[in-house]
């Protein structure tokens, strides 16, 4: 089955600094890749989407990127403010007829200090 | 976007006693949910996948008979944590996706809020 990977496991910025994210996963079929923003108690929050027909995605201050050869995808964050900090779930799934499951990473903490 | 409720938010109970989390569509039908449950500090864990009118589909590890999953109408599933032990508590999410999006390709999964469990 499919195994997502994410590193870091935590990232401390200062605010106005660039965070990245990345990811791995390992089934080549997998063809959809989110990335959702956790805040402590509360539930995830998608952020931004992309699928394997396109190699990059941006809406304002967060961008992704995927490499499907390689079989990575990251987060890019720029001008990072205090309420970006969050933990960070990246995910993979194979998007056809039907609904399918989503594989997690294991989450990134975030924390941009002001 | 599409909204996903769940209830309670939180339950405290005591060890051997069974809970019942619900999870609802709000404003569309889902014909399959998920349930989730994440421990402290950790990731978000597939524990099955609900259909509507049929039977769930659990994730290697889950136990079925202890974990039971209805998913009776359109719009709620619940999640019955039977014979509850201190080792299960944790947090459960549900999420589901919404039929209307798939003519638009999108595959985004609504959470609800989430149930905080405790058993003591």
């Known amino acids: 089955g499919e195994n997502v990977e994410q590193h870091p496991s935590t990232l401390s910025v200062q605010e106005g600094d660039s965070a990245v994210i990345k990811c791995t996963y390992s089934d080549s079929a997998s063809n959809y890749f989110p990335w959702y923003k956790q805040e402590l108690g509360k539930r995830p929050q998608l952020i931004i989407d992309i699928r394997s027909n396109v190699g990059e995605k941006k809406d304002q201050r967060i961008a992704v990127t995927l490499n499907k050869t390689a079989k990575h995808f990251s987060l890019h964050i720029t001008e990072t403010q205090p309420e970006d900090s969050a933990v960070y779930f990246c995910a993979a799934s194979k998007s056809r007829r039907g609904f399918q499951k989503l594989v997690f990473g294991t989450g990134t903490r975030l924390l941009v200090s002001p | 976007g599409a909204v996903v409720s769940q209830h309670p938010s939180w339950v405290i109970c005591k060890s051997g006693t069974s809970v019942k989390i619900e999870c609802r569509s709000l404003d569309f039908q889902a014909t399959t949910m998920f349930w989730y449950r994440q421990f402290p500090k950790q990731s978000l864990m597939l524990m099955a996948t609900?259909?509507?009118?049929?039977?769930?589909?659990?994730e290697q590890g889950v136990e079925k008979d202890k974990f039971l999953i209805n998913h009776a109408s359109l719009t709620l599933s619940t999640l019955t944590v039977t014979s509850a032990h201190p080792e299960d508590s944790s947090f459960y999410i549900c999420s589901a996706r919404d039929p209307r999006e798939r003519e638009t390709s999108t595959d985004t999964q609504y959470f609800g809020p989430g149930t905080r469990l405790t058993v003591l």
């Open positions: 609900s259909n509507e009118g049929s039977k769930a589909t659990y």
